[in-house]
């Protein structure tokens, strides 16, 4: 009986001392129940393929069970633990915040992570002289035979296929998907007044350009104070307005007057928006005829309530998702803004002052910047005329320079500020997210791979 309590005495202490070395359980792989928090990331900013780290806790450490994006794009994940996770910053992601999802939990960052833009600009069209040798001249035919003589504002079809004002030519062109070119309407070199078809039709310093879905081409003609629209078959017919009657005078289409019209765009209801550049207003031309002023007064600068605020020379305008325009205010050097209740703002650049500095939107500076595209993330492409330099401005306004050597007037392909540009006035954005920008001086159409 004693051996036999001994020996159970000797079996329960080697259970009791087997239980007591186990180790102790794991956190569990999916982050359990737990919501993750997500204290920091770094880096604040960088380019496609940055390797992103990001700290918290209760991630877990099943990669199957974490996802990322970034401004609504995803990111790739590459490692997890229960503090800490990496990740690839995808391409083109803009300005945006982090979320994370742990186990169908999620969390967004406090901070935003700013995707850093790079552009690599490549020649498109035109040979750059005219058959005199000087700068400039017009003819049709391929990439390397076209001759431009100052191109301004370019638009794009859904096919690729863009249309510019060829203003020294007072001439519409029509550019192919390969770069070679045909003229739409008006007569190459002739100047005047007159509706038509084709090489009938006449304008004076075409400048603005804009393309309806049903293909019609609307143009801003500038020195004859009126607004011109052109069929798919080349038709050119006057809109509104008259070189015998510049002014400010809204109304219908036969009473309404324009001086020096520059910039024009299509909103999604069919109404035409008009920088009335010398007049230093925005117009709105409605799809049932009717010419209204929507903000300014007098030329000048001042922020404000729509009819209080002041533009000087406003070249071009465009909209955000969001519904707010964003103008290029070419001789105050800044571009302005116009939210949907209807305050003027200044968005970024300082107001009145020329010069040229990135940075954050009150202290960068421009030099009559003149056109302004926009991408779904609500990023600016802006031409800087005088800067000879393509900048992109974030949401937040912050200001970078994307091609081009800023105040550096030149012509040569390759990225970033090796490539030179003289003047460069109109862009264009296509479905690719490719910018085509007018090289006006250097009577080219340039190409611009953005990543």
């Known amino acids: 009986m004693k051996a036999f309590v001994l020996f159970a005495l000797v079996l329960f202490s080697a259970v009791w001392l087997s239980c007591g070395d186990s180790p102790s359980p794991g956190p569990p792989v999916t982050g359990g129940n737990e919501t993750p928090e997500l204290s920091s990331f770094s880096p604040l900013s960088g380019k496609q393929g940055t390797v992103i780290k990001i700290q918290g806790k209760h991630f877990g450490s099943d990669v199957s069970k974490v996802s990322l994006e970034i401004n609504g794009l995803k990111a790739a994940i590459n490692t997890v633990t229960d503090t800490e996770i990496t990740a690839i910053v995808p391409a083109k992601c803009g300005l945006g915040k982090l979320t994370l999802t742990v186990n169908s939990k999620e969390v967004t960052s406090a901070a935003a992570f700013r995707y850093l833009y790079t552009a690599t600009t490549s020649y498109f069209s035109g040979n750059g002289k005219g058959a005199d040798g000087k700068d400039g001249g017009y003819q049709d035919g391929t990439p390397q035979q076209s001759e431009f003589r100052t191109l301004y504002n370019i638009a794009t079809d859904n096919k690729g296929i863009m249309f510019a004002a060829d203003l020294g030519n007072c001439v519409v062109r029509r550019i192919e998907t390969d770069g070679s070119t045909s003229t739409l309407a008006g007569a190459g070199n002739q100047n005047g007044f007159k509706d038509g078809k084709g090489n009938q039709a006449l304008m004076k310093f075409p400048i603005g350009i804009e393309l309806a879905p049903d293909g019609t081409i609307f143009v801003a003609d500038h020195e004859n104070h009126a607004i011109r629209k052109i069929s798919p078959d080349g038709t050119l017919v006057t809109v509104a307005g008259h070189p015998d009657r510049p002014g400010l005078v809204d109304g219908n289409l036969a009473t309404a007057q324009f001086k020096r019209p520059y910039g024009v765009k299509l909103d999604k209801t069919g109404t035409l928006w008009i920088c009335d550049t010398e007049n230093g207003v925005i117009r709105k031309l409605s799809a049932d005829g009717q010419v209204t002023t929507f903000a300014g007064s007098t030329p000048g600068y001042a922020d404000g309530k729509l009819r209080e605020a002041k533009f000087y020379m406003p070249s071009y305008l465009n909209f955000d998702e969001n519904g707010n325009i964003f103008i290029a205010d070419k001789h105050n050097h800044c571009i302005r803004k116009i939210t949907p209740d209807g305050m003027v703002t200044t968005f970024a650049g300082t107001p009145t002052k020329t ?97």
């Not at 926009?374 to 005088?386: F, T």
Request: with cysteine; hydrophobic share 30%.
């Open 355 to 451: 010069g040229y500095r990135d940075g954050e939107a009150s202290q960068a500076m421009f030099n009559q910047p003149c056109n302004i595209q926009i991408d779904k993330l609500g990023n600016l492409y802006v031409n800087d005329l005088w800067n000879h330099c393509i900048r992109l401005v974030y949401p937040d306004g912050y200001v970078t320079t994307l091609a081009g050597k800023g105040g550096t007037a030149g012509y040569q392909e390759g990225p970033g500020e090796n490539a030179l540009f003289k003047h460069p006035q109109g862009c264009t954005l296509d479905k690719d997210g490719n910018l085509f920008v007018t090289d006006s001086a250097n009577q080219r159409i340039r190409k611009l791979t953005i990543e």
